[in-house]
């Protein structure tokens, strides 16, 4: 029982000490840490399968059809299906391409958000590798993205993939700012670097005492997993061809799959920081088996808003989209930042620190909304007074 | 110095927004559009020439395949035309059902409308669903008054073709009452939205001067501030007997020719409703139009509607046989696209195409 | 303004410009080819004719027929008033345009000259919109053959790029 309660902690407890018993402990470090690997990138790569499919049930549902239905039932077999059709496409380099940046940009975008799991702390003691500069590595890790990209447009030889990949270039680099802003202000608050000091110090979740920093680091984690509303590359396809129009086969797998490893990686982050990680009103005190679960829950929660937002809202344009980073999140971040650092050193104690923290945000929401309602378009309460005024 | 030179972009025939085949030579200064020039004709069926060989009643399917979303409404027009030109008149019973149904049409036409300019915004199909499940229930009714849900060849000069059947009308009262609240719906939904917002608003304006002057007709004109619906100018069909409102927008934007839709939809309800209360008994095919249009005398006559898009209207010449001598069918979707350089000056490639969505084309009518 | 009222200042402003009023269903009034340019900006700037409906062609046996349908915007008339244009000259139609008063007629007279084959000058642009420039013929006259083409003899007639 005793077992059963600690099962993944456990387990790797014992088959080291197993493992050790007829092998020097290099070959036992050796051995745990490939073991590790393939566990964490069987994580990221399957979540790609259950993500594919959960989107397209997810947003066929809002749009009041069934999704994919036909391979299994519930579709389950579908990205098998999805799977089998893009192996056998023809692997195509055009002409006058840079043949080894189109090689290796593909693997430069997919191998960094694979890396990032190795600092996540799914669970109570259930992680890859606890770095004390973990989420300063995260970023790091999600800037190589922005180079893989770039690489992908110019070697495709087409001058419109390379001005959509410098528009994606703009949009990711521009939100990085107010996402790093944001989690400075979460690592002022905790006062570690490390993913698992950042869950233990939130008695209560970061979301409850600083919600304006989770909106401002979620509105930019739209952007840098460019999904909707700022799915500009999806509509740069219409018109200019966007970054990754010239690869085909496994190599635009590798693009599409990285997106969603992205996706459950930033969902994955998103709970640990602001979310509160595996704790659950000390139920995994008692069971600490049940922390991964409560753990992927709350991601699963995450990774619903990001489709439900992606079947619901229209794309935002690519000035709008400039302007709203740097005119508006990145001095929010900053204030937010200014406020979280004060409360944190005038306020002693977690508790009471979260609470000022709460009404502190309130305050600075009011003051926000406020502002945009004085600057904002004088045009768009002339419309809202016209439908208001709707023919019955 | 700087020499700065534009690029030729392609908006290629195979075009990814679903107005069809349609081809747009834009000329690029970075991201505004400095000219732009449309192609088309990739749709070009020669209907018109076709339908030299046809007698009256053969190119009433003809009609059907013009503008494929309102097909009724195409009927319509040139019912009344050849009407106008032979001197038939039409039974009570058939003029209320000419008006239920094209005021349906005309729903339907908006609905797609509104749709698919959100499609074009990037909403990723989810408006296009919702009015498409609506399009359905009304096309459920055309199907079981005339057996086609699209190509219905219905209404025909002298009247319409069949009776309505048994359970049409309890249930379109039904569906009218549910459009009301869909409509509704639908505005709440939509209008207020923020990103729309600042996406539409101001963003190819069309002043009042320059679309009477475009020839610029329809929702089009009305969301510019003119207001002018030939329901209400020509007092064609009965249109005289019901109680409906023209609305306006002042400014001729994205947002307002949305909108436009909208209001509209709301205008149709109210008259399906009053027609579906005060429906007559009756023949519904005049009998000796049969024989009046197998062989006309000889003239020639204009016949317009206020069709969905725009004003549609068919000039039709009879030199005393049987076939029309000319047919003349006047598009309201090419003569809409007129003013569209001067909508696009300066905007972005990403304006260009929800203008080109709220210009609300549909290329089997302008190609014909 | 009616069009009878309409039809009598044409008349007093311009006296030998009227060719014939035909009884037609249509109010119509037909006017001399040369004098079309002065006609129609008569009636856009005085008789606020101010919006051009349709413009076509007919291919009768002995002559070509332009039509206009303006109507009034500002005044909301119900009737068309019908302008026609005769042009007896078979072989080489041509007639002004009336596209620096009604920006509308761009894309119409393209059309016509592109299915009849009546140029229009002073047009802005004319070139064929809806069949390409090297189609044989004109298919809306009455001596075009109506016949099935194949692949193969239209093939050679279409714009190559980069010209397409």
Redesign the interface.
């Known amino acids: 029982m005793e077992f059963v309660r600690d099962l993944f902690v456990n387990i790797g407890a014992w088959f080291s000490g197993w493992l050790g018993g007829f092998l020097p402990a290099w070959a036992v470090t050796l051995i745990m840490g490939l073991i590790g690997v393939i566990i964490l990138v069987v994580i990221g790569l399957s979540s790609v399968l259950v993500l594919t499919l959960g989107e397209r049930k997810v947003?066929g549902r809002?749009?009041?059809?069934p999704g994919p239905n036909r391979w299994g039932p519930f579709g389950i077999f579908q990205p098998v299906a999805d799977g089998i059709k893009m192996l056998t496409k023809e692997d195509i380099v055009p002409r006058g391409a840079d043949y080894w940046m189109h090689l290796l940009a593909p693997i430069i975008i997919i191998v960094p958000a694979l890396l990032i799991y190795a600092v996540l702390p799914f669970g109570a003691g259930v992680r890859g590798t606890d770095l004390n500069i973990g989420i300063l590595y995260i970023v790091a890790l999600g800037s190589i993205g922005t180079v893989a990209i770039l690489m992908a447009g110019w070697s495709s030889n087409n001058k419109y993939a390379l001005l959509g990949a410098f528009r994606v270039v703009a949009q990711l680099i521009s939100y990085e700012i107010p996402m790093v802003l944001s989690i400075v202000a979460v690592v002022l608050l905790s006062g570690s670097m490390s993913m698992v000091k950042i869950v233990e110090s939130q008695t209560v979740p970061y979301i409850v005492a600083m919600p304006m920093v989770f909106l401002v680091y979620l509105v930019s984690a739209f952007a840098e997993l460019y999904r909707?509303?700022f799915?500009m590359i999806?509509?740069d396809?219409?018109?200019?061809a966007g970054y990754f129009t010239e690869y085909s086969g496994m190599k635009f797998v590798m693009f599409f799959m990285a997106e969603y490893i992205n996706l459950m990686a930033m969902s994955a982050i998103i709970t640990t920081l602001f979310l509160g990680g595996w704790r659950f009103l000390g139920v995994e005190r008692l069971l600490p088996l049940l922390s991964p679960f409560i753990f992927f829950a709350k991601c699963g929660a995450m990774i619903f808003l990001f489709w439900w937002v992606?079947?619901?809202?229209?794309?935002?344009?690519?000035?709008?989209l400039l302007a709203l980073a740097w005119k508006f999140l990145v001095p929010l971040a900053l204030v937010n930042l200014m406020i979280v650092g004060l409360v944190d050193k005038l306020v002693e104690g977690a508790l009471l620190t979260g609470v000022v923290l709460l009404v502190a945000n309130i305050v600075e929401v009011v003051i926000v909304l406020a502002i945009l309602s004085l600057v904002g378009?004088k045009?768009?309460s002339k419309?809202?007074q016209?439908?208001t005024a709707?023919?019955r | 110095m700087l020499k700065t030179e534009t690029i030729t972009l392609n908006l290629g025939p195979q075009h990814p927004s679903t107005h069809g085949v349609f081809r747009l030579k834009l000329q690029l200064d970075g991201e505004a559009v400095r000219d732009l020039e449309p192609v088309m004709g990739y749709l070009h069926r020669g209907i018109e020439k076709l339908s030299e060989e046809r007698t009256y009643v053969q190119v009433v399917p003809l009609t059907d395949r013009l503008d494929y979303v309102c097909s009724m409404t195409n009927n319509q027009a040139y019912a009344i035309a050849v009407e106008k030109m032979a001197g038939i008149e039409v039974p009570e019973r058939a003029e209320y059902i000419r008006v239920i149904m094209a005021e349906f049409t005309r729903i339907i036409n908006h609905l797609m409308a509104v749709g698919f300019l959100w499609n074009e915004l990037g909403a990723y199909f989810t408006p296009v669903v919702y009015c498409f499940r609506e399009r359905e229930r009304v096309l459920d009714l055309f199907e079981m008054t005339c057996g086609s849900r699209m190509m219905c060849n219905y209404m025909r000069p002298g009247g319409v073709s069949v009776d309505l059947p048994e359970g049409f009308i309890p249930q379109a009262k039904k569906l009218n009452d549910h459009l009301k609240t869909f409509v509704d719906e639908l505005d709440r939904l939509l209008s207020e939205n923020e990103i729309f917002l600042s996406r539409a608003v101001n963003v190819g304006v069309l002043p009042a001067d320059v679309a009477i002057n475009a020839s610029i007709t329809g929702p089009m004109l009305r969301a510019s501030g003119v207001l002018y619906d030939i329901r209400k100018v020509d007092h064609y069909s009965i249109y005289d007997r019901f109680d409906f409102e023209v609305p306006t927008c002042e400014h001729g934007d994205v947002w307002d020719r949305y909108y436009q839709h909208i209001l509209e939809m709301y205008q149709s309800v109210r008259i399906i409703d009053q027609a579906l209360d005060g429906i007559p008994q009756g023949e519904v095919m005049n009998k000796a139009a049969a024989k009046a249009t197998r062989r006309p005398p000889e003239g020639e006559a204009y016949g317009r509607i206020e069709s969905p898009k725009g004003e549609l209207s068919f000039y039709v010449v009879s030199d005393g046989s049987g076939n029309p001598y000319r047919l003349r069918i006047r598009p309201p979707s090419m003569i809409n696209l007129s003013a569209l350089k001067e909508m696009c000056q300066g905007h972005k490639i990403q304006d260009i195409v929800i203008i080109l969505g709220s210009v609300n084309l549909t290329m089997a009518d302008l190609d014909r | 303004m009616t069009n009878d009222e309409i039809l009598a200042k044409l008349r007093e402003k311009y006296p030998k410009v009227v060719v014939d009023t035909p009884e037609l269903i249509d109010f119509t009034v037909v006017v001399k080819s040369e004098a079309l340019t002065e006609v129609a900006t008569f009636l856009h700037d005085e008789c606020r004719l101010d919006y051009l409906a349709d413009v076509t062609a007919v291919d009768r046996p002995e002559r070509f027929e332009v039509v206009y349908h303006l109507y009034s915007v500002k005044n909301q008339t119900p009737g068309p008033f019908v302008l026609k244009v005769y042009l007896e000259d078979k072989g080489n139609p041509k007639v002004a345009s009336v596209t620096p008063i009604w920006r509308g007629a761009n894309f119409q007279e393209r059309e016509v000259y592109d299915l009849m084959g009546i140029a229009f000058e002073g047009h802005p642009n004319l070139k064929r919109i809806l069949l390409w420039e090297g189609f044989p013929g004109h298919p809306l006259r009455k001596d075009f053959e109506n016949r099935t083409f194949t692949f193969k003899e239209l093939e050679p007639t279409r714009p190559k790029p980069p010209d397409w």
């Open positions: 947003i809002i749009q009041d059809r909707a509303p799915d999806e509509a396809s219409e018109l200019v992606r079947g619901t809202f229209p794309r935002i344009r690519i000035d709008h378009h045009t768009r419309r809202l016209r439908i709707r023919p």
